[in-house]
C-alpha cells in the first residue's frame, strides 16, 4: 500500500485547493519529498496566488521500467486516479536517454513530469533537488499558458556554466527534458548513485564484521609483534596496508553476497545500466568499508593511549615513545583487524548488505509491485464473482 504525507493546509476547503502530488521511490526519494513539500508549498502559492496542498505517497511507480516515456505515462495514470492537478515523480533510478544522464522530464500535455534524483549528484542534494523540483513545476504552469512568461525556460537550471542542459525530446510525449553534461554530468549522477545508496549506513549493517574487527584489533595491541612492525612501517607501506584492507574486505563482500551485475547482451543501454550499478555498489561500498576501518582505528587509538604503559612500549621497541607512536601502532593494528573483519562479513544477513546494490533494490521493487498487482486482480475477481 502506498505511504502518504501531506503539507500543511486547510484541509476542509480542499476543494478550492491546487494539488500537487509528489510520487516518490521508497526511501530516500520519499524523505526527500516530505522534507521539500513545505517549501514547494509556500513557492507555488507565492508564484500563482492560490492555495496549494502538496501530497507525497511512497510508490515505486518505475519498478521494471527504463524508459522515461513510460514511466511519465505511469505518473500521468496516477494523476488522473489522484485527480491532482500536476503531478511529479522522483525516483532514484538512473535514466539513460541517448542525450546524457536524464535529470527531468516534463510533460506539459499530460501534466507530469519525473526527476531522476542521482542524476543531481551527492552535493547539497536536497537544494538542487528543490532548484529542478521548483524548474519542472515552473514549465508545467508555463504549459498551462496560452502566452509564454517573460523569463526564459529553465535559464537558471541550464545556464552556460551548469552541468545540466535544456534540451528537445523526439518523443512527443515529452515537451521538456533536462540531461546531464558528458563530463560532470556523469559524475554527479554516479556519486548522486553512491548517496541514494546511503554508506553510512552500512556500519550498522555490518556489525559482525565489526565485532570481528574489534575483537582482533584487542588481540592486536597486546602483542609485541604488532608493536614493532607498526613501528617499523614506513607511510606509504602504512596506506598501502589499508588500501589492501579495504580493497579485500570490499571483494569479499560483493562476491559472498552476491552484488555483482552481470554485463551481459542486452544491448548498449543495458551494459551502462550495468556497469554504472556495478561502480556504484564499489563506491558505496568502499565508502562504507571506510567508515568502518576509522570506527577500528579510533577505538584502537584510545585503546593504546588508555592500556598501553609508555615505558613498556619503549622497552619493546628500543626507543621512547611519543604520541606518533601509538598513531602509527594503531594504524598498524586497524588494517590488520579490518583483514579480520572480512571474515566476519560473511555472517552478515544478504538483507543487510544488499542494500547497498541498486540492482537488488530495483528487484526487489520489481517482487512488490509484481504482487500488489497479483493481489489487486485477485481481489477484482472475487468482487466480480
Known amino acids: ?215 582482533a584489533a584487542g588481540f592486536g595491541l597486546f602483542t609485541s609483534t604488532v608493536w614493532q612492525i607498526g613501528d617499523v612501517l614506513s607511510p606509504w607501506r602504512a596506506a598501502a596496508t589499508s588500501v589492501f584492507a579495504v580493497a579485500l574486505m570490499t571483494t569479499w563482500l560483493i562476491a559472498s553476497h552476491g552484488l555483482w551485475e552481470r554485463i551481459g547482451g542486452s544491448g548498449g543501454a543495458g551494459r551502462r545500466v550495468a556497469l554504472l550499478y556495478n561502480t556504484s555498489t564499489i563506491a558505496t561500498l568502499v565508502v562504507g568499508v571506510g567508515l568502518l576501518y576509522v570506527t577500528v582505528y579510533a577505538v584502537s587509538f584510545v585503546a593504546a593511549l588508555s592500556l598501553l604503559d609508555q615505558q613498556v612500549l619503549a622497552s619493546t621497541l628500543g626507543h621512547p615513545s611519543s604520541i606518533g607512536t601509538y598513531a602509527r601502532l594503531a594504524w598498524m593494528v586497524a588494517s590488520m583487524a579490518l583483514i579480520a573483519g572480512a571474515l566476519g562479513s560473511g555472517l552478515e544477513s544478504d538483507a543487510a548488505v544488499r542494500q547497498a546494490a541498486y540492482g537488488y533494490r530495483e528487484r526487489q521493487r520489481r517482487k512488490r509491485k509484481a504482487e500488489e498487482k497479483e493481489a489487486d486482480e485477485d481481489t477484482q475477481r472475487g468482487a466480480a464473482d
Open 1 to 215: 500500500m502506498a505511504q502518504e504525507h501531506r503539507a500543511e493546509g486547510d484541509q476542509d476547503s480542499r476543494g478550492q485547493e491546487q494539488v500537487l502530488g509528489l510520487v516518490a521511490d521508497p526511501d530516500m526519494p520519499t524523505q526527500a519529498g516530505a522534507r521539500l513539500s513545505e517549501g514547494v508549498t509556500r513557492w507555488l502559492e507565492e508564484r500563482t496566488g492560490l492555495d496549494w496542498v502538496v501530497e507525497v505517497v511512497s510508490e515505486p511507480v518505475a519498478a521494471g521500467e527504463s524508459s522515461s516515456e513510460r514511466i511519465l505515462e505511469g505518473v500521468r495514470r496516477y494523476r488522473e486516479q489522484r485527480g491532482w492537478r500536476f503531478a511529479v515523480y522522483l525516483t532514484d533510478l538512473p535514466l539513460l536517454p541517448p542525450g546524457g544522464p536524464l535529470v527531468s522530464d516534463v510533460s506539459t500535455r499530460w501534466h507530469a513530469a519525473l526527476i531522476s534524483v542521482p542524476a543531481l549528484g551527492s552535493i547539497l542534494p536536497y537544494r538542487r533537488m528543490r532548484r529542478v523540483l521548483t524548474q519542472v513545476v515552473a514549465d508545467l504552469l508555463r504549459g498551462e499558458q496560452e502566452e509564454p512568461d517573460q523569463e526564459r525556460p529553465g535559464r537558471g537550471l541550464a545556464g552556460r556554466t551548469s552541468p545540466v542542459r535544456r534540451s528537445g525530446s523526439t518523443d512527443a510525449r515529452v515537451d521538456v527534458r533536462y540531461t546531464g553534461t558528458r563530463v560532470r554530468g556523469w559524475w554527479r549522477l554516479v556519486t548522486g548513485m553512491v548517496f541514494t545508496n546511503r554508506p553510512w549506513r552500512l556500519l550498522w549493517g555490518l556489525s559482525s564484521a565489526l565485532a570481528a574487527a574489534l575483537a
